[in-house]
């Protein structure tokens, strides 16, 4: 009886989530997600409170001014969209090669959720419930494929700043050169997923922009 009682707090224990494990794995990635949807929330919660030409001028971070970029063809939709993502894109990764970086991470996904919950709440207030269908169906796909995009590149910037600490401080000697370079496929890779992204949100604009006419 008492080693069925014993096998049993065994397996138990065994059964219960290695927690430590998770976080040293995934803790980046969760960090920063929070921190987005953190963003979100307060870009929603604001964008009530700006006004229209301030939102025009973000229009170059966010999507804040739909009309427009659809007036601009194709290829002017395309590039407006792709080009506030490469410069999220290009920003953490280039915080990721200095070693004060780290500190701007958190900021870049904050930001962007930022910038996302202001999309939405924009959309929201100028054409009520077709603005928020036009945003689930159309920008929400290519929003969540650039999301993820970004989060990684974080987490790869943050390990990078990792390896870059640890030459540094002389714990680290060889392997940084197949690390940088990994660090670099990574990116393309990234960059790549944006450029998926802002491909999906141009062909989703022209497909459904009645929607908000």
């Not at 049993?8 to 997600?33: N, V």
């Amino acid at each position: 009886m008492r080693g069925l009682i014993l096998t049993f707090k065994r397996r138990r224990f065994h059964g219960l989530p290695d927690i430590r494990g998770i976080l040293r794995r995934y803790g980046a990635a969760i960090f920063f997600s929070l921190t987005l949807a953190g963003g979100l929330l307060t870009g929603s919660l604001l964008s009530g409170l700006i006004d229209s030409e301030t939102l025009k001028r973000l229009d170059i971070l966010f999507t804040t001014n739909m009309p427009d970029r659809l007036r601009g063809g194709v290829a002017g939709a395309f590039c407006a969209s792709f080009c506030s993502d490469f410069l999220f894109l290009l920003t953490a990764f280039l915080l990721g090669l200095c070693v004060w970086g780290v500190a701007g991470l958190p900021l870049i996904s904050f930001f962007r959720g930022f910038g996302i919950g202001l999309s939405a709440g924009y959309l929201f207030t100028s054409y009520g419930m077709k603005g928020v269908m036009f945003y689930l169906i159309v920008l929400l796909p290519g929003v969540c494929v650039f999301c993820a995009a970004l989060v990684y590149e974080l987490c790869a910037s943050f390990d990078m700043y990792r390896r870059m600490t640890r030459l540094i401080l002389g714990r680290e000697t060889r392997g940084f050169k197949r690390a940088l370079a990994v660090y670099l496929r990574k990116s393309a890779v990234y960059l790549l997923a944006a450029l998926i992204a802002s491909g999906l949100d141009v062909l989703l604009w022209f497909a459904f922009s009645g929607m908000i006419k």
